[in-house]
């Protein structure tokens, strides 16, 4: 498949023209680039490589010898049989023997005389158009740039018109991964999410590949750009768009609130239970931009908050007007953890000692032989070792005594620790205490010592810790759990955390991980997100699901929130 120098190629050489076709519509640059990918990018970056006249490579672009179809043609007789089909079936098979000679995975199909090609050009326009439209494929319009651009953006705007983003002058990469999906099938459940399209033999669906390419053409830069819009990552680590910042406009406000934090919701009213249309919460202080109200006592605001872009209804009651050159933060995660002050802490190891998965839960953490890590650098590799820690942390294995839940104690926060330093994101299992974290700001060496300069961490000194520390050490919020699972599908890590009202009770964290075809998200119509993928220790232990929808608002918690470490 295609990669980031095939992509630097495209955009050098059909920048222009990409441009110009895609100006006054949400459609990209990238995504095209994306598309071209995922329709030929078996074909045109082997090409490339061989061949120096661009124009011969786009002659080229041809595929899908599939013959089980239920579209024009079934067969090829059928082909043969309609107008100009005689013409037809001759450029396609000559087109298939063209392409095989610098294309080895097409050799032996192109050897069968019966063999030809269904679609044609960069965009990939398939041949059950012939009947409609014979002229576009037999007087070759598809091999020029320009042909299949323009027809690709006609089926894309009949794509957008389906999704309903008609006017939008802006899409989500998410949004234009769907519109990939009609482009692809005609059609699109916003339900299913991006596991729809065509898909080869344990491959990826058409969807979630598209998305995987549209994040890779972020980190290449347009000719005559600065630089990419998305850096590329370390081994190990997932391409995690960047916080998007508050937009321009709205007026300046500030959240006062005495006790808690204000509650921001999904609809200018309060739910029944008060928690259940929650989004957010915010401090005492915490600038906002107003963007409509008061409505029915609501504004409805946005703003950011430890990295997540943030949007709901906050009660006029806890708003007070701020000043107009008051700025909104926009929190990045640090790319590397501090190397001196405030650092990352673990149980010391004691020698002789293996902490492991059989044992009873302790401060340590596990550091059995032959443990999965994190080390890929494609969104493939990244979800197969995802898969592979939850696989081998077992945590719903009863014999795994670590996670076990026991009459007075559960290990949520023990499971997530251990997942975390697998997946290579530092989520504390101990943590300095308040006068060991003092002398360490203040640039003392502190030595690790259980119940003195270090304590456990509960789910609820979790909650806490990302709050304050996250940032510091690569985690960032996200701002929905559809973000929070669209994020996590690229391979990174993703945690909700809720923190319970009543000290000294239970809070909880549960790992979000990717989808796979078996194992969805739950979505709603719309296809926003209301529970993702789960794998949790608890009450109830389980490597997959997706739990009550939710359940981080339940009346029995304070504040909850999504995180996210690339």
């Known amino acids: ?58 002659t080229l672009c041809v595929g899908d010898t599939i013959d089980r179809r239920s579209a024009f043609p079934a067969s090829r007789a059928e082909l043969l049989a309609a107008p100009r089909g005689q013409e037809m079936f001759a450029m396609a098979r000559q087109a298939l023997v063209d392409m095989a000679r610098f294309v080895k995975g097409y050799e032996a199909v192109a050897r069968q005389p019966a063999k030809y090609c269904h679609a044609f050009g960069v965009f990939q326009v398939d041949i059950q158009h012939f009947r409609k439209d014979p002229d576009y494929f037999l007087d070759r319009t598809w091999a020029s740039f320009e042909g299949t651009l323009e027809r690709a953006m006609g089926v894309l705007r009949f794509a957008l018109k389906k999704r309903g983003f008609e006017g939008c002058t802006a899409l989500s990469d998410l949004e234009l991964a769907t519109v990939g999906i009609v482009y692809n099938t005609g059609g699109v459940r916003a339900s299913a999410g991006l596991n729809q399209g065509f898909r080869p033999p344990g491959g990826t669906f058409y969807g979630q590949a598209l998305f995987d390419l549209i994040r890779l053409a972020h980190t290449v830069p347009d000719p005559g750009a600065a630089g990419p819009m998305l850096a590329v990552p370390p081994a190990g680590e997932a391409l995690v768009a960047a916080p998007l910042p508050v937009g321009a406009g709205g007026t300046p406000m500030k959240v006062t609130v005495s006790e808690g934090m204000l509650r ?23 600038p906002v931009r107003a963007h409509s109200g008061p409505l029915k006592g609501f504004f409805g605001i946005e703003t950011s908050f430890k990295g997540a872009l943030i949007r709901g209804f906050a009660s006029a009651r806890f708003l007070v007007a701020d ?13 590397t953890p501090p190397a001196a002050g405030i650092v990352a802490v673990h149980m010391p190891a004691k020698a002789g000692l293996v902490t492991r998965r059989r044992d009873p839960a302790t401060a340590r953490s596990v550091d059995e032989k032959n443990a999965p890590g994190r080390t890929g650098t494609t969104p493939d590799e990244l979800r197969r070792e995802l898969a592979a820690i939850v696989a081998w942390l077992g945590v719903d294995n009863p014999q795994f005594l670590r996670y076990r839940p026991t009459r007075t104690a559960t290990f949520c926060n023990i499971y997530a620790h251990d997942f975390c330093r697998l997946a290579g994101g530092y989520l504390p299992r101990v943590w300095w205490s308040s006068p060991a974290l003092l002398r360490l700001a203040a640039g003392a060496q502190v030595r690790p010592l259980l119940g003195d300069t270090i304590v456990e961490m509960r789910a609820n000194d979790l909650f806490r810790w990302l709050r304050d520390f996250g940032a510091d050490f690569g985690w960032r919020q996200a701002g929905t759990p559809t973000e929070l699972q669209a994020e996590v599908n690229q391979g990174a890590v993703g945690a909700i955390v809720a923190r319970r009202k009543e000290e000294g009770r239970s809070g909880h964290i549960a790992m979000v991980v990717p989808e796979a075809a078996a194992r969805p998200a739950r979505r709603d119509r719309g296809g926003a997100v209301t529970a993702p993928l789960q794998s949790q220790a608890g009450a109830d232990n389980f490597r997959y699901g997706t739990g009550r929808a939710n359940w981080w608002n339940g009346e029995q918690f304070a504040e909850s929130a999504f995180w996210l470490h690339a």
């Open 323 to 335: 000043a107009p050159d008051a700025p909104i933060e926009l929190t990045r995660p640090a790319p």
């Open 264 to 286: 921001l919701r999904s609809a200018p009213e309060i739910s029944d239970p008060p928690q259940k249309n929650v989004v957010a919460h915010l401090p005492d202080g915490h």
């Open 1 to 58: 498949m295609a990669n980031a120098d095939d992509m630097a190629w495209f955009k050098r050489n059909f920048h222009g023209p990409m441009a110009r076709a895609v100006r006054g519509t949400p459609i990209t640059v990238d995504f095209l680039t994306a598309l071209a990918c995922q329709e030929t990018g078996e074909v045109w970056p082997l090409l490339r490589r061989k061949l120096t006249d661009v124009d011969r490579v786009l």
